[in-house]
T-cell receptor, first 114, second 113 residues
Framework: DAGVIQSPRHEVTEMGQEVTLRCKPI?????LFWYRQTMMRGLELLIY????????DSGMPEDRFSAKMPNASFSTLKIQPSEPRDSAVYFC????????????FGEGSWLTVV | AQTVTQSQPEMSVQEAETVTLSCTYD???????LFWYKQPPSRQMILVIR??????QNATENRFSVNFQKAAKSFSLKISDSQLGDAAMYFC??????????FGAGTRLTVKP
């Protein structure tokens, strides 16, 4: 299995620009999660989907953040406009209902907003 | 809300020795899952070990084992025969049945040769 695949691995962008992070969950997994990791706040759950439907987006920091899952094999996390305080590592993770209770993480997308 | 506390920001261990990382959590639920994840400098999140709350037996994975004390809401990770490759950030995580997964602040483990 290829695991959870995220892109880009690293991105540096200027403040005000739109940023789109992409994720391909493990095939067959029906839950997808977006996490953000910062020094100040640690690992935070931003949003998660079940069968492509957003279930809990209470962790999304503000309206500049949006996430979509148009199909079972693809999700995006978009930040528009980006700000320096958005600099973090963003992790996508997935889990399958029939594969146990372990959440598997992608390698993360390092975002730097200057 | 469930919270996960790792009271040791940093720990160090001599190679080949044993180290224990602490984790406590707060929950009102009776059924849940606990995890330890390892995060090396590459920033990957690697599952080390997991424990189902309904199981009394402590989970073990090779050199990694846990001491799960449900009444005390404690879930410590013991690393035996520490290796240089064990150096990383270790995160304790709690997940309820409704999938709200929470992480502790992490413990940075240094392994001295």
């Amino acid at each position: 299995d290829a695991g959870v695949i995220q892109s880009p691995r690293h991105e540096v962008t200027e403040m005000g620009q739109e940023v789109t992070l992409r994720c391909k969950p493990i095939s067959g997994h029906d839950y997808l999660f977006w996490y953000r990791q910062t020094m100040m706040r640690g690992l935070e759950l931003l949003i998660y989907f079940n069968n492509n439907v957003p279930i809990d987006d209470s962790g999304m920091p503000e309206d500049r953040f949006s996430a979509k899952m148009p199909n079972a094999s693809f999700s995006t996390l978009k930040i528009q406009p980006s700000e320096p305080r958005d600099s973090a590592v963003y992790f996508c993770a997935s889990k399958g209902s029939v594969s146990g209770n372990t959440i598997y993480f992608g390698e993360g997308s390092w975002l730097t907003v200057v | 809300a469930q919270t996960v506390t790792q009271s040791q920001p940093e720990m160090s261990v001599q190679e080949a020795e044993t180290v224990t990382l602490s984790c406590t959590y707060d929950t009102s639920e009776s059924d849940y899952y606990l995890f330890w994840y390892k995060q090396p400098p590459s920033r990957q999140m690697i599952l080390v070990i997991r424990q189902e709350a309904y199981k009394q037996q402590n989970a073990t994975e090779n050199r990694f084992s846990v001491n799960f004390q449900k009444a005390a809401k404690s879930f410590s990770l013991k690393i035996s025969d520490s290796q240089l490759g064990d150096a990383a950030m270790y995160f304790c995580a709690y997940r309820s049945l409704v999938l709200d997964m929470r992480f502790g602040a992490g413990t940075r483990l240094t392994v001295k040769p």
